[in-house]
């Protein structure tokens, strides 16, 4: 057993250290120069059923100090009251357009249909794809701007900071920025173009009109349940550079309100984002079982036994945590129960699996997709 324990404590170590090394290939958003120019930016919102964010979207985006954007919302056949509290934000602001999506074409995922819309009426040098529940500091699209200008990209994304709406889900989507700094080797991502080793979020991807017409936007992923990777990969494809920021002190997300929408959320695309590798799920199924939730019952040891050594898997699983949610201006409190996260991780992976397996339709949002 003090073998299992001395290589448990070695291995959780060392991921330790790799996530330490590997926070420091993903730089913040650039500060935007003063003489710099400000190229037309547009902003892309897809909306569906999202009358509980327009407010608090409408008040986010019309704070925005850019000089120079248009902002287009799409109302994606909604049942709700989207489309009545949306004219009512916007009012009169001529910066704001809404317009109602058509039907969805057989063979399209519904938001990247919404999107591809969106990116038809957009007039932007610059087109930034955002989620109806992001909220952007003032200072972001100058931000953003400068990014793009400074690290030469072609497609920039980052994953928000996490705000709480629900405590619960809050255990499983702050676990996406530590899925990022612990697997993804975010050097290799962000200094080369290799399609494998990439990753992007939805709710804030930037293009230049350049890069999105040069691989086809939307279009040429118009199936896909994991579009924001698989746009990541198309534009590293075709040349272009594709960048992952730390975006957490400009962009923060209200992603769920409950535990049960968090995981029919990840479900419809986390097997999906591992290209539905069998093995590469048990893997991973294993991997967090063992080094994430096995400590758990190693601090019962220490605490029965009295042998403190024990417990040192359980602070290790923690610090790595902890550093991740630092980072990304996320409550430490969340890493005080990485094993639980560990366990919605693994509960999640494997219901998606089955799923996926047993050729049963994913559904979100009043959608079904296979």
Known sequence: MSIYLWGLIGLEA???????????????????LDDASNPTVSLLIPMRNEERNIK??????????????ECILLDDQS???TKKLTNEAI???ERFSLIIGKSLPEGWNGKVHACHQLSQHAQGELLLFIDADVRLA?????????????EEAGMISGFPHYADRSHLSQFLVTLQHFVVYAH????????????????ACGGFIGFTRKTYDAIRGHEAVSSSLLEDVHLARETKKSGHTMKLMNISSSVSCYMYESLKEAIEGFTKNIFIGINKSVGLALLLITWYILLYILPVALLMISITSGQILYAVPLLLIVLQKGLVDYKNKTSLVYCLFMPF????????LTRSMYT???????????????
């Not at 003032?138 to 400074?150: G, H, I, L, Q, S």
């Not at 996926?356 to 296979?370: E, F, L």
Request: hydrophobic share 40%.
């Open 14 to 32: 060392f991921c330790l250290l790799w996530i330490l090394l590997n926070s420091t290939f993903i730089k913040p958003l650039a500060n935007p």
């Open 56 to 69: 608090e979207l409408i008040q986010s985006l019309q704070a925005l100090t850019y000089p120079s954007f």
């Open 79 to 81: 049942t709700d009251q």
């Open 91 to 93: 009012k009169d602001d």
């Open 138 to 150: 003032p200072d972001t699209v100058e931000r953003t701007v400068a990014t793009f200008n400074k």
């Open 184 to 199: 993804l080797p975010i050097s290799i991502a962000n200094t080369t173009n290799h399609p494998s080793f990439t990753a």
């Open 341 to 348: 996260s560990a366990l919605l991780f693994v509960f999640v």
């Open 356 to 370: 996926s397996i047993k050729g049963k339709a994913y559904t979100w949002k009043g959608r079904s997709y296979s």
